[in-house]
C-alpha cells in the first residue's frame, strides 16, 4: 500500500512571496457547525470579525459549502469598508475529509491570492506560528497534523465521524448513547449517562433516543454536543463516563504520537510545540492529563498546551505569511480578542 502524507502545504506557504504594500488580509474557518471570516488591516491592526452557517463539504456538499464561505468572507469584507480586490491574500481553512472540490470551486469564483487548506493546517499554524510542530483538533470532529525541522508533514485521522473523529465530542457524545443503551440492556455496567442522555436530548426515555438518532435524525454537530454534558458526568465521578474521556485521550494521543514520528519530531532534541485545540478540552484535566501523560512518555521534547483563541487565528498566520507580513500568531490572537470585545 502506498503511504504518503495526506495533506501538503500549498507552494504559496513553503515559498511565501513577500509584497512589502500588504495591508489587507482575509482569514476563514470553514467547519460542521459554523463559518467565521476575519479581516485584518495589518495598517491600522484592526480586524473585522464575522460568522455564518455550516461549511463543511462532508455534511452539505462542496457547492453548498464554497457557497457559504464566499458569503460569509463578502460580509467579512464588507464590514471592513474595502473591496475584494483590495486583499493581499486570502485563506480559507476548511474541514472535511478531502478539500479538492472546494479548492476547484474557490478557484473558479476567486483568484489564485485565495488560497484553500484543510483546517488542521490552520490549527498547526495556529500552535507553531509555521514552525514545526504539532496541532491537534478535538471539536466536533477530531485531526492531527505537524511539520517536522525537515519540512516534512504528517496528517492523522480526519476520516469524519462515520470511520474516525476518534478522541472528539462526536465521538464522546456517540459512545455515551452506547454505554446508556448498553445499561439499558443489561449488557454494560449502570452509568449515570442513561438519565444525562435522556435529560440532554428532552426525551423520555434513552431509547427515544436511539430513534432520534436514526429518525430525526440528529446531526453530527447535536450528538457531539453532548459531551459537555459528558464531562459533567465524569466530574461527579461517574466510572462509565471517566473511562471515555480515558479512552478518548488515548485515540487522540496515539495519532499525535504517530505525527510525531513520522516528521522527524520524534528525534528532536529540543522541545517542541504541541497544541491542543477545540472545544473538548475545556473538560480540562479529565481530558488534558491522561493525553499529556501518553504522548510526553514516549516523546519527553514534545510541550504540550491548551490554546484559546478564535479558529480563524490560524488562517490569518497563513495569510500574513503567505505574503511576508511581519505579523506574529500572539498578536493575532490579541487582535481577535480586542475584535470580540
Avoid at 77 to 102: P, Q
Avoid at 124 to 147: C, E, K, L, Q, Y
Wanted: net charge negative.
Amino acid at each position: 500500500m502506498r503511504r504518503g502524507s495526506l495533506v501538503q502545504l500549498p507552494s504559496a506557504l513553503v515559498h511565501p512571496r513577500t509584497d512589502p504594500h500588504a495591508r489587507w488580509l482575509l482569514g476563514i474557518d470553514g467547519g460542521a457547525t459554523k463559518t467565521e471570516a476575519a479581516v485584518l488591516d495589518l495598517a491600522g491592526r484592526v480586524v473585522h470579525h464575522v460568522r455564518g452557517g455550516p461549511s463543511n463539504e462532508d455534511a452539505i456538499g462542496a457547492e453548498a459549502a464554497v457557497a457559504e464561505l464566499l458569503e460569509v468572507a463578502d460580509q467579512a469584507i464588507a464590514g471592513a469598508g474595502i473591496e475584494r480586490r483590495e486583499l493581499t491574500r486570502a485563506v480559507i481553512a476548511v474541514a472535511g475529509t478531502d478539500t479538492d472540490d472546494v479548492i476547484r470551486h474557490v478557484r473558479a469564483a476567486r483568484s489564485d491570492d485565495w488560497i484553500v487548506v484543510n483546517d488542521v493546517i490552520a490549527a498547526w499554524a495556529t500552535v507553531t506560528g509555521v514552525r514545526p510542530g504539532v496541532g491537534a483538533i478535538s471539536g466536533t470532529g477530531s485531526n492531527v497534523f505537524g511539520v517536522g525541522p525537515g519540512g516534512d508533514t504528517w496528517r492523522c485521522g480526519g476520516w469524519g465521524h462515520l470511520l474516525g473523529d476518534e478522541g472528539s465530542g462526536y465521538w464522546l457524545g456517540v459512545n455515551s448513547i452506547r454505554a446508556a443503551l448498553h445499561d439499558r440492556d443489561g449488557t454494560g455496567p449502570v452509568t449515570a449517562l442513561s438519565d444525562a442522555v435522556a435529560e440532554f436530548f428532552a426525551a423520555p426515555t434513552v431509547e427515544a433516543v436511539a430513534a432520534m438518532v436514526y429518525t430525526k435524525p440528529l446531526t453530527k454537530a447535536d450528538i457531539a454536543s453532548f459531551a459537555v454534558r459528558a464531562a459533567v458526568v465524569a466530574e461527579g465521578g461517574d466510572a462509565v463516563a471517566r473511562d471515555l474521556y480515558r479512552r478518548a485521550a488515548q485515540e487522540l494521543g496515539q495519532q499525535i504520537a504517530v505525527v510525531i514520528r513520522r516528521t522527524g519530531l520524534g528525534g528532536a532534541l529540543e522541545p517542541f510545540p504541541v497544541g491542543l485545540i477545540g472545544s473538548v478540552f475545556r473538560a480540562g484535566p479529565l481530558f488534558v492529563d491522561p493525553l499529556v501523560a501518553q504522548v510526553t512518555s514516549a516523546h519527553a521534547q514534545a510541550h504540550l498546551q491548551v490554546v484559546d483563541t478564535a479558529p480563524v487565528a490560524g488562517s490569518l498566520v497563513l495569510a500574513a505569511h503567505a505574503c511576508g507580513a511581519a505579523l506574529e500568531r500572539d498578536e493575532v490572537f490579541e487582535l481577535l480578542r480586542d475584535g470580540a470585545r
